[in-house]
């Protein structure tokens, strides 16, 4: 079956701009996460959605960011007053959620690189 | 705290094996994953530990200590393909149960 995938592959925008970022999660899987990736880091948790709730979103840099997953599979990440350092990879992962914690892996989508001008 | 180290860069000849060692800090432990990254695409799920002792998967071969807090990739028969970033990756209970906290990655370039 198909994987996770994320539109739009890369989005460049204006300072100041507002963005969305969408997240299609493997079908059936209960849990989604959102990544952040900047150059030469590994990728670093925002959010974590079980089902149509947000289960812990201590990773949201600050108010600016939110995610939404209204029906429990696609999910969309907001930023509103882009900066330029919000420019990074935004990674969109999900796992079957349904499992013990041993085996519940997480699979990423390709990501969208966002460049803040 | 939270830590997760490992080597920035590695290098190896094509055919050989290679050694690539993370260690961890964590409040709480519930497996470490590790992960290949090739540049510009996804991370890709490669082998998960939650119980110390040496699990082995084709080429690649993942190994646990949990008293030590460390663990390490083993990739044998070395291919070109395998230049990749590998990501060391350890689910943390004190940080909440799903969440997945990653070292930096080694970049590992295969040459001739």
């Known amino acids: 079956g198909a994987g996770v995938s994320q539109t739009p592959s890369n989005k460049v925008t204006e300072k100041g701009k507002y963005v969305e970022l969408r997240c299609d999660p493997i079908s059936g899987h209960t849990a989604l996460y959102w990544y952040r990736q900047s150059l030469g880091q590994g990728p670093e948790f925002l959010i974590y959605f079980q089902g149509t709730g947000a289960a812990d979103d201590s990773g949201l840099p600050n108010d600016r960011f939110f995610a939404v997953r209204p029906e429990g599979s696609v999910s969309t990440l907001k930023i509103q007053r882009t900066e330029r350092g919000d420019s990074a990879v935004y990674l969109c992962a999900s796992s079957p959620g349904d499992r013990g914690p041993g085996t519940d892996t997480q699979y990423f989508g390709p990501g969208t690189r966002l460049t803040v001008l | 705290g939270q830590n997760i180290d490992q080597p920035t860069e590695m ?102």
Not at chain 2, 54 to 73: A, Q, T, V
Not at chain 2, 78 to 101: E, F, H, P, W
């Open chain 2, 11 to 112: 290098t190896a000849t094509e055919g050989a094996i290679v050694q690539i060692n993370c260690t961890y800090q964590t409040s709480g432990f519930n497996g470490l994953f590790w992960y290949q990254q090739h540049a510009g695409e996804a991370p890709t799920f490669l082998s998960y530990n939650v119980l110390d002792g040496l699990e082995e998967k084709g080429r690649f071969s993942s190994f646990l200590s949990r008293s030590k807090g460390y663990s390490y990739l083993l990739l044998k028969e070395l291919q070109m393909k395998d230049s990749a970033s590998y990501l060391c990756a350890v689910r943390d209970t004190a940080g909440g149960y799903n969440k997945l906290i990653f070292g930096a990655g080694t970049r590992l370039a295969v040459h001739p």
